[in-house]
């Protein structure tokens, strides 16, 4: 079954993407998130997913649930930085600093629908210019289109950020994605390829110095999440792939991927000692990257220029045990 339907949360619509494997529920008007990812092979939620009854919630932190684009991601000195001559004011929402971007829960559009004989997609589009709060703090536009496409046991997430404006302007993007552990972190391990852990001052900012993975050593090959407590920004080492393994004892489980040249930067957050879920979040750049003192290697800024068009790819495939 490969095809796209409708239905409704809170009243507003959302477009479910079928395929033998998985069922994907989109919600475009309220941030364009991955609200459920449901594995119909093995009958469970994938996802942290939002309680309908629980609406106020999703709104003043939609990032806390699902698949969660941010733009940009992670906490911001102050809320402020200088680029290029030009002085941004994000809002301060983290006590004195800014977290987690101006994407909320902005109204997108759904473009296009596909459906064939190898899976289906949707594609939205948003203008930033729609958003006033957007706009006065952001003020060059920008022009976002996501499409996703499930094809069997695999969600494809293609993102392109078109630059409409006037001056060069500086661009980071992540996802704060929620995997479920069912209450049994023992039975889960995680994989990345970290070559480092970045420092982090007391407030949780980097400092921008790299530091030995000491413990988390044992990430190249599974870090069980028992009793684990993270808050971590890591960085992949040179030449391996910027990808995550989430993997249960029965060999169950998830491969999470992002373009290598880009998503250099990961972080892993159980929101206390791991007990319903493991947060993985891969970053295009270091939070408070432009506050940084160091170049767009270290730091995974990136410029965009007038008229110039990023695209930024990831993938989620599941992987089941061997019958």
């Given amino acids: 079954m490969k095809q796209v339907t409708k239905g409704?949360?809170?009243?507003?619509?959302?477009?479910?993407?079928?395929?033998?494997e998985l069922e994907v529920t989109l919600l475009?008007?309220?941030?364009?998130?991955?609200?459920?990812?449901?594995?119909?092979?093995?009958?469970?939620?994938?996802?942290?997913q939002p309680e309908e009854s629980d609406l106020a919630s999703y709104m003043q932190k939609p990032y806390h649930f699902g698949l969660p684009l941010l733009v940009p991601p992670?906490?911001?000195?102050?809320?402020?930085?200088?680029?290029?001559?030009?002085?941004?004011?994000?809002?301060?929402?983290?006590?004195?600093?800014?977290i987690h971007g101006l994407h909320r829960a902005q109204a997108w559009c759904v473009s296009d629908i596909e459906e064939d004989e190898f899976g289906c997609a949707v594609t939205t589009e948003f203008i930033t210019t729609d958003d006033p709060e957007w706009?006065?703090?952001?003020?060059?536009?920008?022009?976002?289109?996501?499409?996703?496409?499930?094809?069997d046991d695999?969600?494809?997430?293609?993102l392109k950020v078109t630059h409409l404006g006037s001056k060069r302007v500086p661009f980071g993007a992540g996802y704060h994605t929620w995997f479920m552990l069912d209450g049994t972190p023992s039975r889960w391990n995680v994989t990345l390829p970290a070559g480092a852990v970045c420092e982090l001052s007391?407030?949780?900012?980097?400092?921008?110095?790299?530091?030995?993975?000491?413990?988390?050593?044992?990430?190249h090959t599974r870090l069980n999440l028992q009793g684990a407590d993270l808050d971590t920004?890591?960085?992949?080492?040179?030449?391996?792939?910027?990808?995550?393994?989430?993997?249960?004892?029965?060999?169950?489980?998830?491969?999470?991927?992002?373009?290598?040249?880009?998503?250099?930067?990961?972080?892993?957050y159980t929101k206390g000692e791991a007990d319903q879920f493991l947060c993985i979040e891969p970053l295009?750049?270091?939070?408070?990257?432009?506050?940084?003192?160091?170049?767009?290697?270290?730091?995974?800024?990136?410029?965009?220029?007038?008229?110039?068009?990023?695209?930024?790819?990831?993938?989620?495939q599941m992987i089941y045990p061997e019958q």
């Fill in 8 to 20: 409704q949360w809170n009243g507003y619509d959302t477009y479910i993407l079928h395929s033998r």
């Fill in 202 to 219: 007391e407030d949780l900012l980097p400092t921008g110095q790299l530091l030995p993975l000491g413990e988390l050593t044992s990430l």
């Fill in 74 to 98: 992670g906490r911001i000195r102050g809320g402020s930085f200088l680029f290029d001559g030009t002085s941004y004011q994000f809002d301060r929402n983290a006590g004195e600093h800014h």
């Fill in 233 to 268: 920004v890591l960085r992949i080492a040179e030449g391996q792939p910027a990808e995550a393994m989430l993997m249960r004892d029965d060999g169950y489980g998830l491969r999470y991927s992002a373009d290598t040249d880009f998503f250099r930067h990961w972080i892993l």
């Fill in 284 to 316: 295009t750049w270091l939070p408070d990257a432009p506050n940084l003192q160091q170049d767009a290697s270290a730091t995974g800024l990136i410029t965009l220029e007038p008229g110039q068009t990023l695209v930024l790819g990831g993938t989620l």
């Fill in 28 to 48: 475009p008007r309220l941030g364009n998130n991955v609200i459920s990812l449901w594995d119909r092979t093995m009958e469970r939620q994938i996802l942290r």
């Fill in 135 to 151: 706009i006065r703090q952001f003020p060059e536009p920008l022009k976002l289109e996501m499409t996703f496409r499930l094809q």
């Fill in 154 to 158: 695999r969600l494809q997430q293609t």
